[in-house]
C-alpha cells in the first residue's frame, strides 16, 4: 500500500469510529437526556445563581433516558410499516441492549424519585403521566398520546417547561413566582419550536398513521413560519425577565443568540435531512443553549 492509499485507510476507520461514537450518543438518547439535565442545570443557574448538583438533577436525566428509550423501541413496532428504516436501524441493530438500557435507566429513576422531597415528588406526576402517556401505548387501539392530532406539540413543550423549570425552582426552596412563570413560558416556546420542527421530518410517518399535525395542516413552509414566531415570543419573554433584574444583559444576550442558531437550523430544515440534522444538531441546540449559559457566565 502506498502512504496515500494508508493515510486514507486510517482516515476511513477514525470516521466510522467517530460516526459509532455519535450514532451510540444519539440513538442512545443520551444526547436528548443531557438536554434535559443541562436545562435543569440553566434554570437554577439563571433564577438561583446555584449549580449545585442534586438527586433531582439525576432524576430528570434518567428518567428522560427511560422515556425516550421507551418510546424508540415502542416505535420498532411500527418498523415495517412506516418508519424510515435509517431512524430505527440503530436500535433495531442492538434492541437487546437498548432493552436493558431502559431497565437500567427505570430503576435508576425510581431510586432517584424516592429521594426528592415530596412536594417535589407529588409535582412529578403531572409530566410523568403526560410522558408515559406519549411513549407508552396506553390508549384504545394501542394509541399513544403522541398519536392523537396535534397534542404531541402541546404535550412535549409542557413537560419539558414544567420539568426543567418548575421543578428544579421547587426542589431549591422556593415557590412560585413571576420570573420562574416567565421562564417557563420562554422554555414551553423554544422546545415547542424545536418539536414543531420534529413533525417535519415526521410528516410522511404521521401521514401514514393518520396523525394531523402542524406541517400536515398548514404545510411545511408556514410551519416554519410557526416556530419562528414561537423563538419570538421566547425572546420576549426573555426580555421581560431581564427588565424584572432576574436575568443579566448578559444572560439575555446568550438566549437571543440561541434563538437565532435554532431558528437558522428550522429555516434550512427539510424532510430530506437527516437524522444527525434533527437529533443531532436541533436537539443539540438544547445542549447548546444550557452551554452559553453556564460557560458564558
Known amino acids: 500500500m502506498t502512504l496515500r492509499q494508508i493515510f486514507t485507510h486510517k482516515l476511513l476507520k477514525i470516521k466510522f469510529f467517530l460516526k459509532q461514537i455519535i450514532n451510540f450518543i444519539i440513538y442512545s438518547n443520551i444526547w436528548i437526556a443531557l438536554g434535559a439535565f443541562a436545562l435543569c442545570l440553566q434554570t437554577k443557574w439563571l433564577l438561583m445563581r446555584d449549580l449545585s448538583l442534586n438527586f433531582l438533577d439525576g432524576f430528570v436525566f434518567f428518567s428522560t433516558l427511560?422515556?425516550?428509550?421507551?418510546?424508540?423501541?415502542?416505535?420498532?413496532?411500527?418498523?415495517?410499516?412506516?418508519?424510515?428504516?435509517?431512524?430505527?436501524?440503530?436500535?433495531?441493530?442492538?434492541?437487546?441492549?437498548?432493552?436493558?438500557?431502559?431497565?437500567?435507566?427505570?430503576?435508576?429513576?425510581?431510586?432517584?424519585?424516592?429521594?426528592?422531597?415530596?412536594?417535589?415528588?407529588?409535582?412529578?406526576?403531572?409530566?410523568?403521566?403526560?410522558?408515559?402517556?406519549?411513549?407508552?401505548?396506553?390508549?384504545?387501539?394501542k394509541k399513544r398520546l403522541r398519536d392523537l392530532s396535534y397534542f404531541?406539540?402541546?404535550?412535549?413543550?409542557?413537560?419539558?417547561?414544567?420539568?426543567?423549570?418548575?421543578?428544579?425552582?421547587?426542589?431549591?426552596?422556593?415557590?412560585?413566582?413571576?420570573?420562574?412563570?416567565?421562564?417557563?413560558?420562554?422554555?414551553?416556546?423554544?422546545?415547542?419550536?424545536i418539536a414543531i420542527t420534529f413533525d417535519i421530518r415526521d410528516l410522511m410517518v404521521d401521514q401514514r398513521l393518520q396523525v394531523k399535525t402542524i406541517p400536515f395542516t398548514l404545510g411545511i413552509k408556514n410551519t416554519k413560519i410557526v416556530a419562528v414566531l414561537m423563538l419570538i415570543l421566547m425572546i420576549i419573554f426573555t426580555l421581560f425577565n431581564f427588565k424584572l433584574d432576574a436575568y443579566t444583559f448578559h444572560n439575555w444576550l446568550v438566549l437571543c443568540l440561541s434563538a437565532i442558531l435554532t431558528g437558522f437550523l428550522i429555516i434550512f430544515a427539510t424532510i430530506n435531512r437527516s437524522d444527525y440534522y434533527f437529533s443531532g444538531l436541533l436537539d443539540g441546540m438544547i445542549v447548546l443553549q444550557a452551554i452559553l449559559i453556564l460557560v458564558l457566565k
Open 66 to 141: 427511560f422515556l425516550y428509550t421507551a418510546h424508540r423501541i415502542i416505535g420498532l413496532q411500527k418498523f415495517n410499516v412506516a418508519a424510515p428504516p435509517t431512524r430505527f436501524s440503530y436500535l433495531y441493530q442492538f434492541k437487546i441492549f437498548f432493552y436493558i438500557w431502559m431497565t437500567v435507566a427505570a430503576l435508576a429513576s425510581c431510586i432517584l424519585f424516592f429521594k426528592l422531597p415530596q412536594n417535589v415528588q407529588w409535582l412529578t406526576i403531572l409530566p410523568m403521566l403526560l410522558s408515559a402517556g406519549y411513549a407508552l401505548p396506553l390508549l384504545p387501539n
Open 152 to 193: 404531541k406539540i402541546l404535550l412535549v413543550a409542557l413537560a419539558w417547561a414544567w420539568v426543567t423549570v418548575v421543578l428544579p425552582v421547587v426542589a431549591h426552596g422556593l415557590w412560585y413566582n413571576l420570573p420562574m412563570w416567565l421562564l417557563f413560558s420562554e422554555r414551553f416556546c423554544f422546545i415547542a419550536a
